[in-house]
């Protein structure tokens, strides 16, 4: 079955660095659009970032364009997040989610099949 592991998450002051790794199996990954999300308490599940199949287009909230930066490498089945000039707002549980194939959209979370089970980012002040 489909599987998605995120991993880096942790404790980081404002204004350091973070990197997240997702980890897909039991799909062809290459097929799949793979995005970021996140979700503080008492908050919705919000959209991060996208990468299209071959990376070569990405998508970025408002509020972490300039910040944050995602990558894939296919031929690992990883995707990644780079996390830079941290704030306290990015605090959340962070989840790697993979589109269903037939979408369109990159900023919902209904239009993404498969998800992690998350990993939680604190930033503190």
């Known amino acids: 079955q489909v599987q998605l592991v995120e991993s880096g998450g942790g404790l980081v002051q404002a204004g350091g660095p973070l990197r997240l790794a997702c980890a897909a199996s039991?799909?062809?990954?290459?097929?799949?659009?793979m995005g970021w999300f996140r979700q503080a308490p008492g908050k919705e599940r919000e959209f991060v970032a996208a990468?299209?199949?071959?990376?070569?287009?990405?998508n970025y909230a408002d509020s972490v364009k300039g910040r944050f930066t995602i990558s894939r490498d296919n031929a690992k089945a990883t995707v990644l997040l780079q996390m830079n000039s941290l704030k306290p707002e990015d605090t959340a549980v962070y989840y790697c989610a993979a589109r269903n194939p037939k979408s369109l959209d990159v900023y919902n979370v209904g239009a993404y099949d498969h998800w992690g089970q998350g990993t939680q980012v604190t930033v503190s002040s």
């Open positions: 990468i299209s199949f071959f990376g070569s287009s990405t």
């Open positions: 039991g799909l062809s990954f290459r097929s799949y659009v």
